[in-house]
Structure formats: structure tokens, C-alpha cells
Antibody, heavy 119, light 113 residues
Framework: QVQLRESGPGLVKPSQTLSLTCTVS??????????WSWIRQPAGKGLEWIGH???????KYNPSLKSRVTISVDTSQNQVSLNLNSVTAADTAVYYC???????????WGRGTLVTVSS | DVVMTQSPDSLTVSLGERATIRCKSS????????????LAWYQQKSGQSPKLLIY???TRESGVPDRFSGSGSGTDFTLTISSLQAEDVATYYC?????????FGGGTKVEIK
């Protein structure tokens, strides 16, 4: 059973870059069957898909965040990374790493990590 | 973007009674080539990550109790909990994976009366 674990700083200052890592166990980021996604959820609010990456490095981003987001994959470490630059308080949320099938179904989620943007 | 609208925002149901949640998409999520609706339902309990319950609008994920069922096609979908149990207290989200960006409904909070 694949497991996803998010890690990174819990506090980021405004205008700086939010950087998170997702470590995948029980599965391979280099396999051709899945995309690896990031999704976020502000406290008490709904879910927002940020984007995904394929093992080849091909990415797709939500247009609402595209200018600020970079998702990358390190298949040798079985890790997926998220960088979100120029953050504001509106970027405060729980950030989830997730597995997305080739049909784009999100079938497995990490536990999530809370990132607070504050000075 | 495909906008997903859920109703109601919250629902209070007695134990053993039926709970019905509706989800409407701003455009069809039915792919005519394979006749599949790209619509899923997730359950999120307090402090936890979402859990996949239903995909292809009506296919139950392995291990999900059969009191959970999904129906609908095109733009209108329903999640039904046939006999609400205490462990079903959660927020439920519909999700379309037909078009990018992937989008979710606003959620329906289910509580016990």
C-alpha cells in the first residue's frame, strides 16, 4: 500500500517561498502509472488542486497558481517537491501530497502538513 | 474551470436514517467515448485527509461499506448513505476529474441528530 508523507517548514514569511517535499513509500515515482499531485485546504474551507507531475517531469498546474508554482520529482529519492513563491497569508493551508491515476482520479492522500504564512 | 456545487452545506440525520448529498457540475463530466462519468466522492473526518469512497460516479472503492452509494450522470450526482452510522460523521466532497484543473465541491458536513 503506497504511503505519502509531506514534510517542510510549518511557518513561512510573506513574500518568501514555500517549499515542501513528499516522500513516497510502497510505490515508485518512476513508474508510468501515476501522476503525483499537490492539493491544499485552508482551515475550514474546501480543497484546491495545485498541480501534478508525471515521472517524465511533465507538469500541469492550476492556472490560478501557475505563475507562482513549481512541482518537481526526484525519482532516485522517490520524492516530489512543491515550491510556491511570493506567498501571502492567503496561502496558509494544509498542503496534501496525493497520487493521481492516469485517468486523473486522486486515489491516495498523504496526511497533510500545515503551512502558515506569517511574519 | 468546472464548478462543482454541492447541497446542502450541512445535514443533520438521525442514526439509521438516510442521508442524501447532491452535487452539480457546471458542465458535463461524462466522457462519451467510454460512457464514464469522471466524478468521485471523498469523505473527510475531522483532522484527517480525504478518503476516496466512490469513483466513476457509482463504483465503490474497495473496503467502503455498501451503505454508501453514488448515482447520477452528466451534470447531476448524488451520494447516499442508506443508514447513517456514528462513524459517518464527516464532511463529504464531490470531485470532477474530467477536466483540468481538477475541482472539488464546497463540501457537505454530515452530523448526527
Amino acid at each position: 500500500q503506497v504511503q505519502l508523507r509531506e514534510s517542510g517548514p510549518g511557518l513561512v514569511k510573506p513574500s518568501q517561498t514555500l517549499s515542501l517535499t513528499c516522500t513516497v513509500s510502497g510505490g515508485s515515482t518512476s513508474g508510468g502509472s501515476y501522476y503525483w499531485s499537490w492539493i491544499r485546504q485552508p482551515a475550514g474551507k474546501g480543497l484546491e488542486w495545485i498541480g501534478h507531475i508525471y515521472s517524465s517531469g511533465t507538469t500541469k498546474y492550476n492556472p490560478s497558481l501557475k505563475s507562482r508554482v513549481t512541482i518537481s520529482v526526484d525519482t532516485s529519492q522517490n520524492q516530489v517537491s512543491l515550491n510556491l513563491n511570493s506567498v501571502t497569508a492567503a496561502d496558509t493551508a494544509v498542503y496534501y501530497c496525493a497520487r493521481e491515476s492516469r485517468d486523473a482520479l486522486i486515489d491516495n492522500w498523504g496526511r497533510g502538513t500545515l503551512v502558515t504564512v506569517s511574519s | 474551470d468546472v464548478v462543482m456545487t454541492q447541497s446542502p452545506d450541512s445535514l443533520t440525520v438521525s442514526l439509521g436514517e438516510r442521508a442524501t448529498i447532491r452535487c452539480k457540475s457546471s458542465q458535463s463530466v461524462l466522457y462519451n467515448s467510454n460512457n464514464k462519468n469522471y466524478l468521485a466522492w471523498y469523505q473527510q473526518k475531522s483532522g484527517q485527509s480525504p478518503k476516496l469512497l466512490i469513483y466513476w460516479a457509482s463504483t465503490r472503492e474497495s473496503g467502503v461499506p455498501d451503505r454508501f452509494s453514488g448515482s447520477g450522470s452528466g451534470t447531476d450526482f448524488t451520494l447516499t448513505i442508506s443508514s447513517l452510522q456514528a462513524e459517518d460523521v464527516a464532511t463529504y466532497y464531490c470531485h470532477q476529474y474530467f477536466n483540468s484543473p481538477l475541482t472539488f465541491g464546497g463540501g457537505t458536513k454530515v452530523e448526527i441528530k
